[in-house]
């Protein structure tokens, strides 16, 4: 259309040219019209032909408008074409608008007729202008004379078209941007939710990582506080000692004690608080396994409304466990066990020291903070015979201490213990301002009467294991049984070593050997020990250095660390263990002492019965020993392992070259400290020249 437009244009050229001219001449004669009419106003025969002059020049000067109109016109409808053109396609392109509501369609299809009605408009001014421009020129010279075409009305029209599409299009662009606003609002609130759940969900990522961070720390602080799992312990003692028949421990369910103390709730009438039990006896009456006996008992009995159980067995014979930092370790990591939450009261210290809030000298103190913060938590503490905790500070009055603190801070804890009737822990709880406690109510007293029954229960057990065995007919049995009621004084140990020596002797012999055996337990470790100083079977002084070497040791023995301790072949060794049975007994190859009364007589005896020189001078051998054994077995990579191998790839060889020498490892130091710097063995081992200095350079 716009070339057929320049095509036209360029025909009419020369007659535009010419029309133009005519106009102009016209248009100059009108100019001078009111000097003309100023100079034949009295000239009355003229006025009627300049009129018509006039006229005339008028009708000549209408072709000139109208060429002239058309030629604006044109251009401006040229022009406007393009640019609707362009406009269009932004403006009603459906891809560009996105049309979510019927109201904004409707609006929009009424705008595109609109545009329609424009494009009209348009197209008809550009053809009646071509129409003109291939006309005959002296036909479009009369109709101009007339102003048949109009131009200036056609281009009015297209002026009106545009003015209706830009103010139509002008209120549908406030109309859709007001809805597109709306939808960008309704959007950005959806935003917002999605933003804040994205937020929420950073946070909880985020809480994530810092509870599995803590729960890294909290585990490593659990793994770094434990000693030893007091469950599995308590399995080993039982394993170790005789197991006390049912009839043995249960009678004390039925004791008014016991009653009042595993009472829960309170507010019964006429019932005072029962927060500790306390189960005291002579060595030997059974007071462990009692205990044990008790703890399975509330063991199978808990529930909701009952308390947790958390226990630890001190014991004399094993240095490693006879300290009160030890027990609080214990008690508080099985408190930790089974009450996970607990640990916030020992973490913020745990993240300052790390594993040397356990191991320092004032660990113990660290750990009375956190316990008793955890207190309100309702928990039954187990601390078994106190009186072989080491007295060494803190020990025994620090722990004792700490059990009447907890007593008097919250009505939660309870306290089960026992100990020796030379060790009085309820009078030192009345000192330390327990007494509102009515503690000395609270007393299990294992005297005789109360043990009668239950000894007899346990003589009747071990009778049963003996009938069959070669030479125990009924009347030895009859007699055996006499014997060992009447000599065993009501005492659970002395009846368990009567038993062990006639597990090894025939029948016809059985009587003779018990009427042979003191009461007391002191007067049959000394039977004991002439039976082992009489033995025929290996030199009596091989039993003495392995009596030695498990009472001065700090923790109980494997054969093997028991051979090297003390200077003998292997063999001799288990044998001289075997033959001190009433002293020793031998559990998947640890050597452990019977019972801690037997260490208690061991140790008060030591010079008369097994060196005369001394403990010192029994530290002294053992230190050297250890010195020796260290020198001749350690090396450099003693496990043969490639120089770049990772821990976690290293595991300990079937045959571990360092088994028998890690007691000597760990504690060879020790040893010698024990003499004071008294002996001349010790000043020699630690000098320059010394054994330790050369093994220290291999």
């Known amino acids: 259309m716009k070339e057929l437009v320049q095509i036209g244009q360029a025909k009419i050229a020369t007659p535009s040219k010419l029309t133009k001219g005519v106009g102009d001449v016209a248009q100059f004669i009108l100019s001078a019209k009111s000097m003309v009419d100023l100079a034949i106003e009295n000239i009355p025969q003229a006025a009627l032909p300049w009129a018509g002059v006039c006229v005339g020049l008028q009708i000549l000067l209408n072709p000139a408008k109208a060429t002239k109109a058309n030629l604006a016109g044109i251009t401006h409808v040229v022009s406007r074409m393009d640019w609707y053109c362009a406009l269009t396609e932004l403006l009603l392109k459906e891809d560009s608008i996105e049309i979510s509501n019927e109201t904004c369609g409707a609006v929009l299809r009424q705008l595109e007729e609109k545009v329609v009605a424009l494009y009209k408009a348009l197209l008809l001014y550009q053809m009646k202008s071509i129409c003109s421009y291939y006309r005959h020129q002296g036909l479009v010279f009369l109709r101009g004379l007339v102003n048949c075409d109009d131009w200036d009305a056609d281009l009015k029209n297209v002026k009106d078209a545009e003015e209706t599409v830009q103010g139509d299009s002008d209120q549908y662009n406030r109309f859709h941007a007001k809805f597109a606003l709306g939808q960008l609002i309704e959007d950005a609130k959806g935003m917002e939710g999605l933003l804040g759940d994205i937020y929420q969900t950073l946070r909880e990522f985020a809480s994530l990582q810092k509870e599995m961070q803590l729960d890294d720390i909290d585990r490593q602080c659990r793994w770094d506080l434990r000693v030893i799992d007091p469950k599995d312990d308590m399995k080993k003692i039982e394993i170790k000692k005789d197991k006390l028949v049912t009839q043995a421990c249960k009678w004390i369910f039925d004791t008014d004690q016991y009653v009042a103390f595993t009472r829960w709730s309170e507010g019964q009438p006429n019932r005072g608080p029962c927060r500790l039990l306390k189960i005291k006896g002579f060595s030997g009456q059974g007071k462990t396994m009692l205990l044990i006996g008790i703890i399975r008992e509330l063991e199978s009995q808990q529930d ?84 072989e905790c080491d007295p060494t500070k803190p020990g025994r009055e620090e722990f004792i201490q700490l059990m009447a603190i907890s007593l008097t801070l919250t009505d939660k804890v309870k306290w089960l213990v026992s100990s020796r009737r030379e060790v009085d822990v309820l009078a030192k709880l009345q000192v330390l301002d327990t007494d509102s406690l009515h503690i000395s109510q609270n007393l299990v007293d294992l005297d005789t009467q109360i043990q009668a029954e239950h000894v007899d229960a346990y003589i009747d057990h071990k009778l049963t294991v003996l009938t069959g065995k070669r030479g125990y007919d009924k009347s030895v049995m009859a007699e055996v049984s006499k014997e060992v009621r009447g000599r065993g004084r009501y005492t659970f140990l002395w009846v368990s070593l009567a038993f062990k020596v006639l597990e090894a002797c025939p029948g016809r012999y059985a009587v003779r050997r018990i009427r042979d055996m003191p009461s007391g337990l002191a007067a049959i470790y000394d039977h004991m020990m002439k039976r082992i100083e009489n033995s025929m079977e290996i030199d009596p ?111 300990t060889p079937c045959l571990d070259p360092l088994a028998p020498i890690s007691y000597a490892c760990v504690f060879w130091a020790d040893h010698l400290c024990c003499l004071n710097g008294q002996s001349p063995e010790y000043e020699r081992a630690l000098a320059d020249d010394g054994a330790v200095h050369k093994g220290k350079h291999r």
């Open 541 to 651: 002084q091989d039993c003495k250095r392995v009596l030695v070497g498990a009472t001065l040791a700090f923790r109980p023995l494997s054969l093997s660390e028991l051979a090297i301790l003390t200077g003998m072949p292997l063999d001799i060794t288990a044998t001289a263990v075997d033959l001190c049975d009433s002293f020793l007994i031998t559990r998947d190859e640890t050597v452990l002492l019977f019972h801690q009364s037997g260490k208690d007589y061991l140790q008060e005896n030591f010079a008369s019965r097994l060196q005369p020189a001394g403990a010192a001078q029994g530290h002294a051998e053992i230190g050297r020993r250890s010195i020796e054994a260290m020198s001749s077995v350690l090396k450099r990579n003693i496990y043969e392992l490639d120089y770049d191998s990772e821990l976690k790839d290293m595991s």
């Open 304 to 387: 909701l409304c009952t308390p947790g159980i958390t226990y630890f067995f001190y014991q004399g014979t094993d240095a490693t466990l006879n300290k009160a930092t030890t027990a609080l370790r214990s008690l508080i990591w099985m408190l930790l066990v089974e009450q996970p939450h607990l640990i916030s009261h020992l973490r913020k210290k745990y993240t300052d020291s790390g594993p040397a809030l356990f191991q320092d000298r004032n660990a113990f103190f660290a750990l009375c903070e956190a316990f008793q913060r955890s207190a309100p938590v309702p928990y039954v503490f187990y601390g078994r015979c106190p009186d």
